[in-house]
């Protein structure tokens, strides 16, 4: 077993640089980009208990990018331990998101989500390898046309 230690400020760097990353391929609606930073044995759990693999998620993804109007996000990280070549950080995941409706219309929606989220070290770069979804809240915020619905 390795033992956990605070993780350099190169290495919270890196894990910021990656959250950045995932956000805009996700906002170019760019799967495989998005779907390069999801480890191939990841391991997704929902608030609900659910599981979800790495190849499931990327599909249910791919559902919202093909309504996809706005998108943004953010990291609250409230703690980061590093072992071995993995990086496990707990926090809120905060988006902000716009889908497609009835060809023309858009419904807005918060999503809240905090949980643990284990990022591993791979040659590419950080992937994500482990989520444990402690609480989500998801609220609608707003209804409109598609062409004038941004994502906040």
């Known amino acids: 077993m390795t033992a956990e230690s605070p993780p350099s400020a190169q290495v919270l760097a890196e894990i910021d640089a990656t959250h950045l990353a995932v956000r805009d ?15 191939p044995n990841l391991s997704f759990q929902r608030a609900n208990g659910s599981v979800t693999s790495r190849d499931r998620l990327a599909r249910e993804v791919q ?3 093909d309504r996809l109007v706005a998108f ?11 072992g071995g070549n993995d990086l496990t950080e707990t926090g809120t995941q905060t988006a902000w998101i716009a889908l497609r409706i009835f060809a023309v219309f858009a419904l807005r929606w ?6 643990r989220y284990i990022w591993t070290r791979a040659a590419s770069g950080w992937q994500l390898r482990d989520v444990l979804i402690e609480q989500e809240r998801t ?14």
């Open 25 to 39: 391929a996700f906002r170019r609606r760019d799967l495989p980009s998005y779907a390069a930073f999801l480890a």
């Open 139 to 152: 609220s609608r915020t707003g209804f409109g046309l598609a062409s004038r619905m941004g994502a906040a």
């Open 72 to 82: 943004d996000s953010k990291f609250d990280r409230r703690s980061a331990t590093l």
């Open 110 to 115: 918060k999503i809240e989500r905090t949980g």
């Open 63 to 65: 559902r919202q990018f």
